[in-house]
Each structure stands twice: as structure tokens, then as C-alpha cells.
């Protein structure tokens, strides 16, 4: 920059690459003559751009380690070694032109003006951090203030307030007010779209069965008892209370089979039901990776990073396996949450899809919240009698298929029919289709198998030990690891 004056060099806003900064200085600048493009237009004075970048930069960025640290040096001078010391980050112009979005041309003479000014520090074994050797990484997303906020909301709704808690509704419309802008860094959202035409258009729920008579209550009344539950039948779950209503399924037959945990020698009854209309899904997993974007000048960019990186770590705390006598209190933050993405978030949401923590493949669980689980009827006329016909039961007979008979009443009108439906509360329209013929199975469980891993264990002896300085020691015993 030898020969310009930082006071007297401007830079225009259609200088500027970064959109955000663009726009600030569009709307704040004066109109100057670019020092770059000879234009004459709303610009910033190199020197007042050089500032907020220096304050970008101390508030996103690190410099790293101009030296190896000592165990690295010792791998380093290690002849045997093959370890070649790299310093870490990128330099200080890539910094400049990729991360800020400043032309190469104005990079250089920024660079020029902070080294200048840096240059002078009476510390003298500090390295100029706009020198040409400068590297710099990324400071990781600070999450500290939303996760304060979780761990507060859930001390909040264990040991003060549940039902009416103002502070745990306003920590949720942070949590999930933008739902539908959240992006993974390939562009993907985090509302999933189910249904006709889309690589989700069905989802299978089980029963488990342990005697006969219920394995025949399901068979021959199959749309009332696959369904979500009526409401005074509901049990709380991961993301219900008892007397909520909602649909938990999978999207395959395995999975669904793997979260029923039958015991062997049960049967479970499979249901394949069909989704005929688009319904809005949280898809856990995607919020999971999702990436935050923005301009490193706007002053939000760093709470909407530690939002993202917040929002990663929730989806394991939302999925976590819950110990069976834990229950209770372990799924309350889950139920509560559930609820608010079903009533408050906007656009709607219909339910929730994530991975199953009782399976290691690649199945998800479904939820559908109550005003979206309503099952098409199965009409069947007035006085119908169903029966099952399990087969002879011999060891030698081969075939166990299972017979469902339905015996029509004599002279019976097609008005006259009984539907066999839910009675979910709020209902919108009918959102599920199960084909009784054809989508319905049952399995025999002859078998469980668990995924583990062997963690490793040692075991120490040692004398007591005495301190010289109190030899009674009250009775404690220290010891050396």
C-alpha cells in the first residue's frame, strides 16, 4: 500500500463481496470516489474497514501455534518417525478473501495496514497475527448461553412448575422458532416431507401379542387396534403424556419390532400403512447436522452458530435410551417439547422422525401427532361376524398360515355399515390408509439378538497408606493411581 493514504482511500459497497456488508455500507457509507473502481458511490474509508475486520476477527477467528508443542517436536525430531509438523489453519489472506469476502486487491492492502499497525507491539516474541506466516482457525460455536438456558428449563419443569412455566415456553420459541430456515451445509431442511410420491409414503406400527385372544382382537378388528390408541387408552411415552394421543411408528417392520420389545414365544402384528396426504415432519437427524450461515460482520452470526451447535447436541439428548424405571421424569422434557413443536411452531408441524436407539441399522422412528394419525375406516355391514382359524397346530404341518373369516349377514345394504376408526380428538382430514388384505403381517419371535461392545477392566492392590504428617490418617486410606 506504499504511496496511499489509509484517510484518503475508499472502497465502495460494489466493491464488496460479502452481501452483508455490501448492504451496511451501502446504507451507512458516504458517497465517495473508490479508491479501487474510480467510481463514485456510498463507500468506507480503508481504515474504518480495516477495524471491523480486525474485530471479526478476534471474535471468530484463533491464531495458531507458529511452533510445534513439545510432544510434537519430539515426534518431529524422532528419526524413526515419519511425523512431519504442519502448522494448522489457513493464512491470514485466505482468511481475508474466502471467509470475509474482500477482494484480493483490498485483502493485500488491509493486511498491509494491520501488519503496520501490529508491527509496533512491545512484546517482541509475539508473532505480527497479520504477517505473512499468520494462520487462523475457527473459534468452536459458543453454545454456553442456549445450553444454560436447556439446563435451566429442565430443572424448571422437574422441581418448580410443569404445566404453567412462562420461562420454559419462552426457552422453547428460542430453541425452535426458525425450524424452517435451519440448513445442513448441502442445503438440506430440516422439515421432511411424507407421503404421496415421496421417498417416505408409509410407515408400520406393531402390537406385541402374548396370548391368543389379543392376537385375535387385533386380526379381526385390525384399523381399530394398529391405530394410535383412543385417548383414554394412551400411555405416556417418549413424546406423549397418558391421555395424549399420538401414532409412534417406524419406517420399517424391524425396527418397529425392535422398539415393541416382544419377549420370546410372542407374536407382534405388523401393520403397513400408507400416507396419503404430505404431512410436515421434524427430521431429527437432519437437525443434527445442520449449518449455520451468515456474514461474519453481523452480529448475530455468532449466536446463530452456537444456536446450530446447540441444536446438535439436543437431538441426543431428545433420543437418549430411558432406563424403564426412570420413565417418569426421564421423558418429561421430551413430552413437553413434543407437545410445543405439535401446538406453537409455525408453519405446523405433523410429527417427528428419528433414529431408533434399540437398532443399529438404519431404521427411524415416526411419531404423528394427534390431529394427523386418523386411519381411513374399514367398513365392514351391521352384523358381520369375524373369525380366525389359526390352522390344525400340528408340529408335522408345515403351513401356520392364519385364516380371517368375515361371514356377511343375508340381505344386508351397503348403508348399513359399521366403521371401524379411532376417535382421535381434532382430526383435520384422514391421514393414514391400511390395507387389511395385504399390509398386515404376523411374526413368531423365536429370537432376540443385542449389540454390545466389551469395555475393558483392570484391578489394583496396594498396601494402606500412611501419611508421615498424620499417622492416624482418620481411618483414610490414599492411594497411588
Not at 482457525?137 to 459458543?142: G, S, V
Not at 421417498?199 to 408400520?204: F, G, P, R, T, Y
Request: proline letters at 5%; one cysteine or more; charged letters at 25%.
Amino acid at each position: 500500500m506504499q504511496g496511499i493514504d489509509e484517510d484518503k482511500t475508499f472502497i465502495c459497497h460494489e466493491c464488496i463481496s460479502d452481501a452483508f456488508l455490501k448492504k451496511d455500507i451501502k446504507d451507512e457509507g458516504k458517497r465517495e470516489k473508490c479508491s479501487y473502481c474510480g467510481k463514485s458511490r456510498k463507500a468506507i474509508q480503508l481504515q474504518e474497514l480495516a477495524n471491523r475486520i480486525h474485530s471479526v476477527i478476534e471474535e471468530h477467528f484463533y491464531l495458531t501455534s507458529s511452533e510445534p508443542s513439545p510432544l510434537e517436536y519430539a515426534m518431529a525430531k524422532d528419526n524413526e518417525s515419519s511425523y512431519d509438523w504442519e502448522r494448522s489453519g489457513e493464512p491470514i489472506d485466505y482468511i481475508l478473501q474466502v471467509n470475509l469476502g474482500i477482494d484480493e486487491t483490498i485483502a493485500t492492502d488491509i493486511q498491509e495496514y494491520l501488519s503496520g499497525y501490529f508491527s509496533g507491539d512491545p512484546k517482541e516474541l509475539l508473532e505480527n497475527p497479520y504477517g505473512d506466516e499468520a494462520c487462523y482457525e475457527e473459534n468452536p460455536p459458543d453454545r454456553y448461553d442456549f445450553q444454560e438456558s436447556w439446563e435451566f428449563f429442565l430443572k424448571e419443569i422437574t422441581t418448580r412448575a410443569r404445566y404453567f412455566n412462562e420461562y420454559a415456553e419462552k426457552v422453547l420459541y428460542e430453541l425452535f422458532c426458525n425450524l424452517d430456515s435451519l440448513r445442513t451445509f448441502d442445503g438440506k431442511s430440516v422439515v421432511r416431507i411424507a407421503g404421496p410420491k415421496t421417498e417416505l409414503s408409509n410407515v408400520s406400527r406393531a402390537r406385541v401379542c402374548q396370548t391368543l385372544t389379543s392376537l385375535d382382537k387385533i386380526l379381526k378388528a385390525p384399523i381399530k387396534e394398529l391405530s394410535a390408541p383412543p385417548a383414554m387408552a394412551a400411555k405416556h411415552g417418549r413424546m406423549n403424556a397418558a391421555g395424549i394421543s399420538v401414532f409412534y411408528g417406524a419406517t420399517d417392520a424391524q425396527t418397529c419390532i425392535a422398539e415393541v420389545r416382544p419377549p420370546v414365544g410372542s407374536h407382534v402384528v405388523v401393520g403397513r400403512f400408507e400416507i396419503i396426504r404430505n404431512l410436515r415432519l421434524l427430521d431429527l437427524n437432519i437437525l443434527s447436522e445442520i449449518y449455520a450461515t451468515g456474514s461474519y460482520f453481523d452480529t448475530e452470526f455468532k449466536r446463530r452458530k452456537g444456536h446450530a451447535a446447540f441444536l446438535q447436541s439436543l437431538v441426543d439428548e431428545l433420543t437418549k435410551p430411558v432406563m424403564p424405571d426412570k420413565e417418569t421424569l426421564g421423558y418429561l422434557p421430551t413430552q413437553i417439547v413434543a407437545e410445543y413443536l405439535a401446538e406453537k411452531v409455525k408453519p405446523h408441524l405433523d410429527g417427528i422422525i428419528f433414529n431408533s436407539s434399540q437398532t443399529k441399522e438404519k431404521g427411524q422412528n415416526i411419531i404423528l401427532f394427534q390431529n394427523c394419525c386418523a386411519v381411513e375406516p374399514y367398513n365392514l355391514p351391521i352384523g358381520t361376524i369375524v373369525s380366525i382359524n389359526y390352522g390344525w397346530g400340528l408340529a408335522e404341518d408345515y403351513d401356520d398360515s392364519i385364516a380371517v373369516d368375515e361371514e356377511l349377514p343375508l340381505n344386508t345394504s351397503q348403508s348399513e355399515q359399521s366403521e371401524h376408526i379411532v376417535n382421535c380428538p381434532n382430526i383435520r382430514d384422514i391421514t393414514l390408509r391400511l390395507d387389511v388384505k395385504k399390509d398386515i403381517d404376523v411374526l413368531v419371535i423365536e429370537g432376540a439378538t443385542y449389540h454390545s461392545h466389551k469395555r475393558g477392566i483392570s484391578r489394583y492392590r496396594h498396601e494402606k497408606y500412611i501419611s508421615e504428617s498424620n499417622p492416624l490418617n482418620n481411618g483414610k486410606s490414599d492411594s497411588f493411581w
